[in-house]
């Protein structure tokens, strides 16, 4: 098309299931739990079709599966943050919003608590 100009793309993944140690009380303390995670990055796009030319979305499914093998983490925040960091680290993403559940946190209370960051460059 003649005269446009894309500025940006959102590639994003949602409800994302990984099984991680995380938690600061005792009864937390070497046990998994499930964490809900979605993630929206903002990555500037042409019209290719081409794979090599964007953001390939499973980068995000195995970036959160990999934090959640890395061993025990205290806060869901610190766990958004690295995740949010591991997707920046892709020169084309400008900006990362990640969210966090921890569905039994509150159970049988809430559904869910948690977390959401934003990250971006500059």
Not at 13 to 41: F, K, N, S, W
Not at 97 to 103: A, L, Y
Not at 112 to 117: M, P, S, T
């Amino acid at each position: 098309m003649t005269g446009t100009r894309l500025i940006s793309s959102k590639v994003f993944v949602t409800g994302v299931q990984v099984q991680a140690q995380i938690g600061v009380y005792r009864h937390e303390i070497g046990r998994v739990q499930p964490l809900i995670v979605d993630v929206e990055l903002d990555v500037p796009t042409d019209a290719s079709d081409r794979l090599v030319d964007t953001f390939n979305y499973e980068a995000i499914l195995q970036a959160a599966q990999d934090l959640a093998a890395q061993g025990h983490v205290d806060l869901v925040e610190t766990f958004a943050h690295r995740l949010a960091e591991r997707c920046l680290a892709d020169p084309r993403v400008t900006r990362a919003r990640v969210r966090i559940e921890k569905p039994l946190a509150l159970a049988p209370h809430a559904v869910a608590a948690g977390v959401e960051i934003i990250l971006g460059r500059g």
